[in-house]
DNA sequence: AATGATACTCGGC
DNA sequence: TTACGGCCGAGTATCATT
């Protein structure tokens, strides 16, 4: 305890994870006071009867009592017969997203959105700039978010995981890798429900039991790149790079049909107005694409697609009739099931002389 | 064996 | 017990090429 001046260099906390908590649900309870102390749940509505459709986001009030991203909004009405059951608005979620980009643009060296409520950031002052975004996001835009600060991108992400909501949690290196060893694989981003099973199949529950299996055994079982990775986790070695921020790679567009079908002229309808959505962005960016796909929801909900990558790409005004019609009588003719939901993809973006559009 | 393209599925929010 | 949206990127399977 003699050298107490020694400083922690401050290196060691460059990186920030930034979360908005329950994000689209919090910005709704801005707009309707009326739902204070309420569960509220933000819905993406079919259309098909009056409260078809499924939970998008939901306050803490509703987690606690079970409510989940993703549950049939019957079922969290049920739940909550009180609660405020609100239309998704996404242009306006996207409008409070791109301000608290801004802000967080302002203060930090190196930012990359990674989805509309999360920010990964590289700043040598982390540990001081964290708290003060965090109060910027408070006082600007009245709305709590969670931080983590660590040494690498997976010890600031995990940290903020652990201390949603509305928490900051500082990591130095020790600690990170304490959080890390102590934590259970499942709560490793990138380690989900099979990684899980098979891993507790060879008796590892916590990171840290890692350390205690043979890499080689790791890449028998999960395969080279994964397998590395999971011995590296045990090492500590985190990796520490920020990534480059990446171009939006497709542009989909998915509904429900008022009826479950297998009519050809009805879907081709259904089909049409979502492609009219879809080119309007292609329009607007400028995109030209080569990879066509159509995406299938049948009526027992299982997910399909049937693709085509056209020669050369198109730009957002060519007629595809064709090409539609022909993936979707392949479709019919391999799945008897009627179809419940339609979707259309357009991907694989390049320039009119076929020079790639992303880096 | 590694790499890349393509087609398709899964999982998070 | 069932019920059920609309996106996105990541992951996986397969095949051709090197």
């Known amino acids: 305890m003699q050298n107490k001046i020694k400083t922690v260099a401050q290196i060691s906390y460059v990186y920030l994870h930034i979360d908005m908590d329950y ?5 709704e309870e801005k707009r309707h006071p009326e739902s204070l102390g309420k569960v509220i749940a933000v819905c993406m509505f079919s ?23 993703g549950m049939p909004i019957i079922s969290a009405k049920k739940l909550a017969p009180d609660g405020v059951f609100i239309h998704a608005d996404r242009e306006y979620y996207a409008e409070m997203s791109a301000r608290i980009d801004m802000i967080i643009r302002a203060n930090c060296e190196k930012v990359v959105q990674a989805s509309i409520d999360e920010w990964n950031a590289f700043d040598p002052n982390a540990a001081e700039i964290g708290p003060k975004i965090k109060q910027v996001i408070q006082n600007e835009m009245d709305l709590i978010c969670t931080l ?19 928490g900051l949690l500082i990591l130095d290196t020790e ?9 259970i694989v499942e709560a490793v981003p990138g380690i989900g429900k099979k990684t899980t099973e098979a891993l507790g199949m060879i008796g590892v529950k916590k990171v840290s039991d890692l ?34 921020e990446k171009e939006q790679e497709g542009i989909s567009r998915i509904g429900t049909l008022k009826q479950q079908s297998r009519d050809i002229e009805f879907i081709m309808q259904k ?11 292609l329009f607007e960016t400028k995109k030209s694409y080569k990879t066509l796909a159509l995406i299938f929801i049948t009526d027992d909900m299982a997910l399909h697609t049937k693709s085509f990558t056209f020669r050369n790409p198109l730009p957002w005004n060519e007629d595809i009739t064709k090409e539609k019609r022909q993936l979707l009588e392949e479709f019919l003719k391999q799945n008897s099931l009627e179809i419940r939901r339609i979707g259309i993809k357009f991907g694989n973006f390049m320039d009119l002389n076929g020079q790639t559009t992303l880096f």
Do not use: C
Request: cysteine-free; charged content about 25%.
């Open 148 to 166: 983590g600060v660590a040494p690498s991108v997976l010890g600031a992400k995990m940290a903020a995981s652990k201390a949603k909501p509305n």
């Open 211 to 244: 350390k205690k299996t043979d890499p080689i055994l790791l890449v028998e079982t999960f395969g080279k790149k994964t397998g590395t990775w999971l011995h590296d986790l045990a090492l500590g070695r985190y990796g520490a790079e920020l990534g480059e």
């Open 175 to 183: 600690h990170e890798s304490k959080m890390i060893n102590e934590s």
């Open 47 to 69: 259309g098909r009867t009056e409260i078809s459709g499924a939970i998008t986001t939901v306050n803490y009030l509703g987690r606690k009592i079970g409510i989940k991203a």
């Open 23 to 27: 994000f689209y649900a919090q910005l």
């Open 271 to 281: 089909i049409s107005e979502l492609e009219d959505d879809a080119k309007k962005w």
